[in-house]
């Protein structure tokens, strides 16, 4: 065995690896990741992965789906128990959920980023085009033919359109200018945040190719 490993865990396996977390400050996001994928998607496909070591020992886990129609890969919810935090873990564990989706011949992949965890997702180079329903920043890319670490080379090399390719619908629909109708205790948040992220928020960028795109649909018809 590696020094780490990917462990498929049904729900059973789930709920008797997260008891251990009862004392444990991620226990809350826990229980609230197996009850939001009980509702949303349940356990008959795909559900929680864990990151083992050599002593099976789950150091962190990861919600994910590979939609093989459309050779997408979601990323749903991902933590980390605090006995574990800031070893690197969770950044282990998405390389290999990174290097199993393209073993699955996945194209894209996406996944929503709450304020607190841009920090995490920012040292991996990920943008984001807009926020979703709920305020959470929306990133949708293209796979890198070398997994999670050719994002930030990807991302420098490729312009916007690039990056978008054909999924320019899939993106509008999901942030939908959904950022001009924040609560102010949201805005807030935003706001902070759109000064951490600097030029890894694209939504400016998103929404003038959007322009050109109405123009050259007039003008087509016309």
């Excluded at 396996?13 to 444990?24: G, P, T």
């Excluded at 006995?83 to 969770?90: N, T």
């Excluded at 420098?156 to 619908?169: N, R």
Aim: proline share 1%; hydrophobic share 35%; aromatic share 12%.
């Amino acid at each position: 065995m590696n020094q780490y490993e990917l462990i498929a865990l049904d729900r059973s396996e789930y709920i008797k690896s997260i008891d251990q977390l009862k004392n444990d400050k991620s226990n809350g996001f826990a229980e609230m990741s197996l009850a939001w994928w009980d509702k949303k998607h349940g356990w008959y496909s795909q559900g929680c992965f864990a990151l083992a070591d050599e002593q099976d020992l789950h150091l962190c886990y990861i919600f994910f789906k590979i939609n093989n129609s459309t050779d997408y890969l979601t990323i749903h919810n991902i933590f980390t128990p605090d006995a574990h935090r800031r070893l690197g873990y969770a950044h282990i564990l998405l390389k290999l959920v990174f290097d199993l989706a393209i073993a699955h011949k996945v194209t894209r992949f996406n996944l929503t980023c709450i304020s607190q965890s841009l920090d995490f997702y920012l040292a991996l180079g990920l943008i984001y085009w807009g926020v979703n329903s709920v305020g959470d920043f929306y990133c949708d890319l293209p796979m890198p033919k070398d997994g999670l670490r050719g994002v930030k080379k990807m991302v420098a090399q490729q312009t916007d359109l690039e990056l978008i390719g054909s999924e320019f619908a899939t993106i509008n629909h999901k942030i939908n200018d959904h950022n001009l109708h924040l609560t102010e205790k949201q805005d807030e948040v935003y706001q902070r945040d759109l000064l951490l992220l600097k030029s890894n928020y694209r939504r400016e960028e998103f929404v003038e190719i959007r322009k050109r795109r109405k123009a050259d649909e007039t003008s087509r018809r016309s």
